[in-house]
Nanobody
Framework: QVQLVVSGGGLVQAGGSLRLFCAAS????????MGWYRQGPGKQRELVAR???????NYADSVKGRFTISRDNAKNTVYLQMNSLKPEDTAVYTC??????????????WGQGTQVTVSS
């Protein structure tokens, strides 16, 4: 079994910062790509940021220069540092990871999500 635990959401004023955490645990052989997604009210889920095992990153245009994704392979954890938050960043954020387990099969796993609310 593999589990992703998400934390760090909350309420913040525009211009403030939050840091999200996503920790993976279970029978993990290796973790490849890890990413953050969000879904705002009445919107489809979108990719916010992604990081590969080699450290390559991708960001949505709307968050470039404000958000930073990073990972700690020793802790099987991915982070999302969110600065200069805007009201339009309000959404439920969750993480996703492509993980190879001890049976050598690679699957996609999702965390439970955390609410981020940015007030104007």
């Amino acid at each position: 079994q593999v589990q992703l635990v998400v934390s760090g959401g909350g309420l913040v004023q525009a211009g403030g910062s939050l840091r999200l955490f996503c920790a993976a645990s279970g029978n993990i052989l290796s973790i490849h790509v890890m990413g953050w997604y969000r879904q705002g009210p009445g919107k489809q889920r979108e990719l916010v940021a992604r990081i590969t095992s080699g450290g390559s990153t991708n960001y949505a245009d709307s968050v470039k220069g404000r958000f930073t994704i990073s990972r700690d392979n020793a802790k099987n954890t991915v982070y999302l540092q969110m600065n200069s938050l805007k009201p339009e960043d309000t959404a439920v954020y969750t993480c996703n990871a492509h993980i190879r387990t001890l049976n050598y099969l690679e699957n996609s796993y999702w965390g439970q999500g955390t609410q981020v609310t940015v007030s104007s």
